[in-house]
């Protein structure tokens, strides 16, 4: 498996860095980081200073599990715009404290500058790379451009074809909007056409932010309940569940075993009561935080508001944080405050309510805390589950899950 995103395990959490803070070369019209420079002071350089880098670094390991290896994934904004410099300072500190222990970096960029020397680099440093990318140029460049309105899509073309010409280890993640929901299998037969292998599918959900949220100076909605307008890139629900089953039956009948898609592997795993499932669709989350340019620690990457700040770096304990009452709160909040409609859920172990940031909706029966992807997800689990137990059964009795395209009908349940 090849994912991008938080599954930690028991003891373990996972500290996302935002090196260049929410600065992008790209100004994307569907972004919700973009507008997270209205936390920072306007003058104020987006770039992780050296004290705070080797802080991340130092008490990142420190705080990692004996026995665990230690994971760095590096996000933005756009990562790329600080160089290869700067992340080469990364390596050494990493080797400097790491004590021969088993390090990672992950690597999640737009692809727009990345060329051979960034594709050398990545590989000769095995960074895992999460690469942007949503389907043709014609779905792609709808919302993915530079402020100017130029076109992003034949930069990352050409970002894809180096990182599988230097053998980096990559995958695509494409986000799923109400455009490009309309066409599932031409999003997926484009990426297989051009060798993707590893994939993963995320859906756009945003509000346009009330007067409390605009007053701080953001345009989307923060978390919580609110009677806040859809931004109208936002996927409809039912439409996300439909996206996920076209290119489910697609790849169920020509691709098992060739491509791996991380939201059926997700399914698939809690199905099976398997670690690597993404922290959206566990039962609480809360080990999942971010660290900003200027050291500032955050409870989620999806919940980067003054309300979620922990703390800082350069003066606070990591440890501390993670395990303060506060963030203890926030991860348990994910199961504690689940309407009684997903407590009794048939799809309940495989949902578990979804992101809190989506949790807006109320039930039929008024009750708040209601997922606004739960159609979707209802339909594409009601939809896949059969064939779930199907591949599951493969695996258990050891023989290949390819054998599910040659079938017409999942097998019955034993």
């Not at 420190?62 to 996000?75: I, S």
């Not at 130029?150 to 494409?174: D, I, K, T």
């Not at 922990?310 to 009452?325: H, K, Q, V």
């Amino acid at each position: 498996m090849t994912s991008m995103d938080p599954t930690p395990g028991a003891g373990s959490f996972h500290l996302m860095a935002k090196p260049s803070g929410p600065a992008c070369n790209l100004d994307c019209t569907y972004c919700f980081y973009l507008e997270k420079e209205a936390l920072f002071p306007k003058r104020e350089t987006r770039r992780m200073p050296p004290e705070v880098l080797e802080a991340y670094i130092r008490s990142t390991i420190a705080a990692t599990p004996a026995g665990q290896g230690v994971l760095f994934p590096w996000q933005g904004g756009e990562p790329t715009l600080l160089g290869i410099p700067f992340y080469e300072h990364a390596l050494a500190l990493q080797r400097q404290y790491g004590n021969g222990r088993k390090i990672e970096n992950s690597f999640q960029t737009n692809g727009t500058l990345i060329d051979d020397d960034w594709a050398k680099f990545l590989s000769d440093n095995g960074f895992l790379v999460g690469l942007s990318l949503d389907g043709p140029a014609e779905i792609h460049d709808r919302y993915r451009r530079y402020r100017s309105g130029a076109p992003s899509h034949h930069l990352v073309m050409a970002a894809l074809e180096r990182l599988q010409r230097f053998g980096v280890n990559y995958n695509v993640l494409a986000c799923v909007d109400a455009h490009s929901a309309q066409h599932p299998l031409t999003v997926y037969n484009f990426l297989k056409q051009h060798g993707v292998e590893f994939l993963q599918f995320t859906p756009v959900v945003e509000r346009l932010a009330d007067k409390d949220y605009a007053a701080q100076g953001f345009d989307l909605e923060g978390p919580g309940a609110s009677a806040a307008a859809l931004a109208s890139f936002t996927v409809p629900p039912k439409a996300w569940g439909q996206f996920l089953n076209a290119v489910f039956d697609e790849w169920r009948r020509t691709d098992v075993g060739r491509v791996f898609i991380m939201n059926f592997e997700w399914s698939l795993a809690g199905l099976m009561n398997k670690p690597g499932v993404v922290c959206v669709h566990q039962r609480d989350c809360g080990r999942a935080l971010i660290v900003e340019h200027n050291g500032d620690v955050y409870s989620c990457d999806h919940f980067t508001y003054p309300d979620y700040k922990l703390g800082n770096l350069t003066a606070d304990s990591l440890p501390a944080m993670i395990n303060s009452t506060r963030q203890q709160a926030f991860g348990k909040a994910k199961s504690e405050t689940l309407p009684g409609q997903c407590r009794t859920c048939p799809n309940l172990q495989l949902c578990w309510g979804g992101c809190p940031k989506h949790r807006f909706l109320t039930t039929k029966t008024g009750e708040p805390g209601l997922n606004y992807l739960c159609e979707g997800y209802m339909h594409y689990l009601d939809h896949i589950t059969p064939w779930l137990q199907t591949l599951a059964a493969l695996l258990r009795a050891g023989r290949d899950p390819g054998l599910v395209m040659r079938m017409t009908q999942p097998l019955r349940p034993a």
